[in-house]
């Protein structure tokens, strides 16, 4: 069964820092990735999505991510962080075979000191 | 566009009554997935439909269903409702080509089980 670890419950950084957030997963092919991004009392807001190709993706925002396989390893990045962007983030992994049932980590939450 | 709508916002119930949630997909969109999110499981996946049939489930009991109309809008039942029901239910369409599509998540139904 696949899954999804993100390591960091809640990360603090300061306005204009750079960001990184991990996130893990579990699966045996190469799967679909994506990062979410949960403002409070919204729906989710999709950053970025890999699926093949170049390994570095390129979203929204500002924000990009790196598939690494030998790491299993999807990590969010931001070279400087805005106030607007304290948030709860969430990676998915979603199945690239059979029942596509997609699969997220627990959250990590964005806290961000002017 | 207008985006995701989902209908109620809130709502509170007490255990052993059911419920019905409304989703309305963005215009043009024929997959709708719901998901719920609680403090204590994170965010799971509970079903897809796309064109009116089932076309991915998660592991959630029989008393979790769904169905989607042929204006794509759709409906989420749960009944015999259980204090562990409490949570935000999401709803995202997408344009179902395939179901890793990108998805458009709507604000979601906050319910409450007395």
């Known amino acids: 069964a696949q899954s999804v670890t993100q390591p960091d419950i809640h990360i603090t950084v300061s306005e204009g820092a750079s960001l990184e957030l991990r996130c893990n997963y579990s699966?045996?092919?190469?799967?679909?990735l994506f990062w979410y991004v949960q403002s409070p009392g919204q729906g989710l807001q999709l950053l970025l999505k890999y699926f093949s190709g170049d390994t570095l993706v390129q979203g929204i925002k500002g924000f990009e991510a790196e598939f690494k396989r030998s790491q299993s390893s999807f990590n969010l990045r931001k070279p400087s962080v805005h106030w607007s962007d304290a948030a709860e983030y969430f990676c998915?992994?979603?199945?690239?075979?059979?029942?596509?049932?997609?699969?997220f980590g627990r959250g990590t939450s964005l806290i961000v000191h002017p | 566009k207008a985006g995701v709508t989902q209908t109620p916002r809130y709502l509170i119930k007490t255990r052993g009554q059911q419920v019905t949630l409304s989703c309305s997909p963005i215009s043009g969109h024929r997959s709708v997935s719901w998901y719920q999110q609680t403090p204590g499981q994170g965010l799971q996946f509970l079903f897809e439909y796309f064109s009116e049939t089932q076309r991915n489930k998660g592991n959630f009991p029989g008393r979790f269903s769904g169905r989607q109309f042929s204006n794509s809008r759709s409906e989420m039942n749960v009944s015999t409702l259980e204090l562990g029901d409490s949570a935000l239910y999401l709803c995202a369409s997408s344009t179902g080509g395939e179901p890793y599509n990108e998805q458009f998540f709507g604000p979601g139904t906050r319910l409450t089980v007395l």
């Open positions: 998915a992994v979603g199945s690239s075979g059979g029942s596509y049932i997609p699969t």
């Open positions: 699966y045996g092919a190469t799967p679909y």
